[in-house]
């Protein structure tokens, strides 16, 4: 399997952290030197690990927002 490379650009914020220490963040991350897309996933600390996560496209992460609003009433 290749090696993924990946460069956190730009880190939004954490959404959660668990007990471990590991937390959910909303970064802008490029994947591979592609151009950077929002990305949220859970990190361990010091980010040497990460789990399975969603990665959006600008677009993606703004029909997300809508619909979001749209759940909580907003």
């Known amino acids: 399997m290749a090696e993924i490379k990946y460069e ?4 939004i914020g954490t ?11 909303l970064n802008m991350i490029s994947w591979n030197g592609a151009s950077p897309k929002y990305d949220i996933r859970d ?21 997300l927002y809508q619909l979001l609003g749209q759940a909580l009433g907003k």
Do not use: R, V, Y
């Open 8 to 11: 956190i650009k730009n880190t």
């Open 15 to 25: 959404i959660s952290e668990s007990a471990k220490g590991w937390t959910k963040e």
């Open 43 to 63: 990190w361990a600390p010091e980010h040497e690990k990460m789990g399975k996560g969603i990665t959006l496209s600008e677009e993606e992460a703004k029909i």
